[in-house]
């Protein structure tokens, strides 16, 4: 029985996952798009956690190696691309606010998390949630 409401609920989850929208993060999460990945920035990735935790932010890489650690539903993904149109040529990284709206973007070849968390760190609505942290 245990294990079959543990099943049911891992399947719900991917379900709610594969569905979500842009709009469904709004006012909860900054949203970090990453076109395409690589085994550079996966690495990078997975020694940030606490800073992308502090700041809200939710990755999603639609191709490359760590997409699969980053899962972004069909939809999902879809509304991303027709959202932010990735130039293939020029690849770029792109951040979504917690408004909803698409914030900042940098090149590949130019991102760090030091940029990221320095743009983040200056806006007003991070100003104040910093104020009122606990």
């Known amino acids: 029985m245990m294990k079959s409401f543990i099943l049911a609920v891992s399947l719900l989850s991917q379900t709610v996952l594969a569905s979500d929208r842009i709009s469904d993060f709004q006012w909860k999460n900054r949203l970090l798009i990453i076109p395409e990945s690589t085994q550079s920035l996966n690495d990078q990735l997975a020694r940030e956690n606490t800073g992308l935790d502090e700041r809200d932010l939710k990755v999603f890489i639609l191709s490359g190696p760590g997409a699969s650690k980053h899962p ?55 100003q104040r949630e910093m104020r009122e942290a606990p």
Do not use: N, Q
């Not at 690849?91 to 743009?119: H, M, N, Q, V």
């Open 72 to 126: 972004t539903g069909k939809e999902l993904a879809a509304e991303f691309t027709k959202r932010l149109s990735p130039d293939p040529k020029e690849p770029k990284i792109f951040l979504i606010g917690k408004d909803g709206r698409t914030t900042l973007s940098w090149k590949s070849t130019e991102f760090s998390f030091k940029k990221l968390y320095a743009s983040i760190d200056a806006m007003p609505m991070r």
